[in-house]
């Protein structure tokens, strides 16, 4: 089933001693839920089960407005408590995420965590293990202080806050990069301060890779 905090740490740590890789899949629909946990269960492995902005409001339907980020909040939200809900059927653990959450978004990623907080009160452990703050477009301060203010909160819950800097290429939820590899000293420094997980720009790209 899902699982949160240490246990996520663990997890990772296992992993690494292990030397594998766990992989990340973007839920849209129960029906792509279920075939990322058959396949996960077939293999034998963990699997990171998260959801994009985008993605989210997908889930939600297209009858749902998403003004205020209103779809996507409400889509994650049930795609975590669907998850919840079937992952320990399938007897694999289960890291529930949200993918990319640049500037913009901020409302979507104040949603979730206020969701969090609400099954936090009454479970002990947030709705989802894990959530990713894409600030790289941003100057590093405003992208390292925003991601202490929202780490500082989600702490309370030994919920885990996914950094990226160095800027993807390609586009995702109408977030265009020009791709923007990071600088190992960054990397370094912000490692040094102790965040979660960092996602550090390597070239990659988001979409169709361009024909030239």
């Known amino acids: 089933g899902v699982i949160v905090g240490d246990d996520v740490r663990a997890l990772f740590d296992y ?25 996960a269960r077939d ?13 989210a409001a997908y889930f939600a339907g297209k009858g749902v407005s998403n003004e205020g980020q209103n ?20 007897g694999i653990p289960v890291v529930l995420h949200s993918d990319h959450c ?21 479970h002990g452990e947030p709705l989802f293990s894990s959530h990713m703050l894409d600030l790289s477009e941003e100057s590093d301060d405003e992208n390292i202080a925003t991601c202490v203010k929202y780490f500082t909160r989600m702490a309370k819950m030994n919920q885990w806050l996914e950094m990226e800097i160095g800027i993807t290429g390609g586009e995702e939820d109408g977030v265009v990069g020009m791709g923007e590899c990071a600088d190992p000293d960054e990397c370094k420094t912000i490692a040094d301060l102790g965040v ?3 996602a550090a720009g390597i070239g990659n790209i988001h979409g169709k890779y361009p024909a030239n």
């Open 71 to 90: 779809a996507s909040i409400q889509g994650s939200v049930a795609a975590a408590h669907y998850i919840r809900a079937i992952a320990p059927a399938y």
């Open 43 to 55: 293999a034998k492995s963990p699997i990171i089960l998260q959801t994009s902005n985008g993605g």
């Open 15 to 39: 992993a690494k001693e292990h030397k594998f890789a766990i992989p990340a899949i973007n839920v849209t629909t129960s029906s792509t839920v279920i075939a990322a946990l058959e396949a």
């Open 196 to 198: 979660d997980m960092l």
């Open 102 to 122: 640049a500037k913009k978004l901020l409302p979507w990623y104040d949603g979730m965590l206020a969701a969090d907080e609400a099954y936090f009160k009454e």
